[in-house]
């Protein structure tokens, strides 16, 4: 039996998958780019759909050739594959750096004339496109001299109406401005509804992309400002925002869509996403297992990452576009240092570790990809965007079990504080009244004690009367002129007194007894 979250995974798996064949070009005839030429002449563009331009061009170095211009053609033919580089290309016999200008020539030939279109994104780091001598197309403005040079970024699709079955194109490329120079990524040619359509379905399947994890963003800094104490929300959106602003940079370029933006803009927006994306991609992995990702290669990492995100806002682009092939193989090195995290915390049975790890290994695979093909090692699809989708859906829906626990212990919690509140108030009332009876009491022994005092006064002046009866008359009893009739009338007097004074101590005797509850009442 499949778990839901195993299903889950399959299903955004699939999706993706569909999204990317989706975007690749037929293939049920065959065509090939060799020495400058491609011939279309069995290839049926409503069957067989689009073609990529990628093969052997004609190649020349530090030279702008035009069609009109015949003097190209004593310069010796050089071949350099496109998509490419020509970093390190050797060109009569002196090795090629990657700044300075060159030109690219493909010939064409097509079965029938109709309206086409090419598709282009851009190169590096100016170019210019012409279609048997017509200017057509520039990004930037290449030129010999980097005073004159302009870097741009420009995608667009270029419609044209070729005067016959065979055409020329030619690109101009100057690079003055970035560490690769040349023809990086693919053009695509098409009819121009074809070219079109397979241009607005990759900008759609960007927006889509892009807005779907941004909507995540949202969902999550919104579930944090509920739930502040909880680091791995806030650390999840900030990374999937840096993941959502790489969508609409890279690619196709969607964030022209916006408006107009500097080939430096782009540059620095893409590199300060990566290298911020990647240092909040650790962070949340340390609020997660705070206790099994150590600190030491916590602060390694977040300081690698601010050092490179500050060469990016110090240092001109010429210069700091070195930095990402090491940062790539930075990453991808820290990325081996959290398997074993990830496979500790499945060993302590942590909550949504092993989904944590199928995401991981997703996005590892792809930035490896990734990694290589930007580097020309080899020529593919860029597989990190779609890579970290997966992941960010996958964690989203992780995140959301964490918070759907979370919500219902503290219903579980609220449940029992109010039974708890309830005999708190119980109690609350028991000791109400309790403190009542306890301030009638008090109420009452200060009665008491009142009349104790009150009994006392009396008592004392009760006893006092006899005794100073005893005491006057004992002391007439001393006088020798006494007579024998006064002297025993003071002595009758002294035995009353004292016999009344006897009957006050037995009162008060008896009082003390009923009191204590040891006098017994007859009836």
């Known amino acids: 039996f499949m778990s839901l979250k195993y299903k889950v995974f399959l299903i955004l798996l699939l999706f993706f998958s569909l999204g990317l064949t989706n975007c690749t070009t037929k293939k049920t005839s065959y065509y090939s780019i060799e020495k400058g030429q491609l011939n279309l002449n069995e290839w049926d563009f409503n069957q067989d759909g689009v073609v990529k331009l990628n093969g052997e061009w004609e190649f020349y170095w530090n030279h702008f050739i035009h069609s009109e211009d015949s003097a190209f053609q004593n310069i010796e033919t050089e071949y350099l594959p496109v998509p490419g580089l020509w970093n390190d290309h050797i060109s009569h016999g002196q090795k090629i750096e990657n700044i300075g200008y060159g030109s690219y020539r493909l010939k064409i030939k097509i079965n029938e004339i109709e309206e086409l279109a090419i598709k282009y994104l851009n190169a590096s780091s100016s170019a210019a496109i012409y279609i048997d001598g017509v200017l057509l197309y520039e990004s930037g403005k290449p030129n010999v001299t980097k005073e004159s040079s302009v870097a741009g970024f420009r995608p667009k699709v270029i419609s044209f109406l070729p005067k016959s079955t065979e055409f020329e194109s030619i690109l101009h490329i100057s690079n003055y401005h970035h560490k690769k120079g040349g023809q990086w990524e693919p053009l695509v040619l098409g009819q121009k509804k074809q070219i079109q359509e397979f241009f607005n379905f990759r900008i759609f399947l960007e927006i889509l992309s892009a807005g779907f994890i941004f909507i995540m963003v949202l969902f999550h800094l919104t ?118 995290v990830l496979f500790l915390a499945i060993k302590e049975k942590r909550e949504g570790a092993k989904f944590l790890l199928i995401g991981f290994v997703i996005v590892f695979l792809c930035l490896v990809h990734d990694t290589l093909e930007v580097n020309e090692i080899i020529y593919s699809t860029p597989l990190s965007s779609y890579g970290f989708t997966i992941f960010i859906l996958m964690q989203a829906y992780f995140l959301s079990i964490r918070i759907r626990k979370a919500l219902e212990h503290n219903k579980v919690l609220s449940h029992d504080l109010q039974i708890q509140n309830e005999e708190y108030c119980d109690l609350n009332i028991r000791y109400k009244e309790q403190n009542e009876r306890l301030l009638l009491s008090k109420d009452r022994a200060e009665e008491s004690d009142r009349l104790k005092s009150s009994f006392l006064a009396n008592m004392s002046h009760e006893i006092r009367t006899p005794m100073n009866g005893i005491m006057g008359f004992a002391s007439l009893l001393k006088m020798p002129e006494l007579s024998p009739e006064e002297r025993k009338e003071s002595i009758e007097i002294i035995e009353k007194s004292g016999q009344r004074m006897l009957n006050i101590i037995n009162d008060i005797i008896d009082i003390s007894k009923i009191e204590a509850g040891l006098m017994e009442v007859y009836h």
């Open 223 to 340: 579930l944090y400002s509920r739930f502040p104490n909880d680091k791995p929300l806030l650390y999840f959106a900030i990374f999937s925002f840096f993941i959502s602003i790489r969508f609409i940079v890279d690619g196709e370029f969607s964030i022209f869509m916006m408006g107009d933006f500097s080939w430096s803009t782009i540059l620095h927006i893409s590199y300060l996403s990566f290298y911020l994306a990647v240092l909040f991609f650790f962070l949340y992995f340390k609020s997660l297992f705070p206790r099994l990702v150590n600190s030491i290669a916590t602060k390694v990492i977040i300081s690698t990452s601010l050092v490179f995100s500050a060469s990016v806002i110090l240092l001109p682009t010429e210069q700091f576009s070195y930095g990402m092939i090491y940062f790539q193989l930075f990453t991808i090195i820290s990325c081996f240092y959290l398997f074993p």
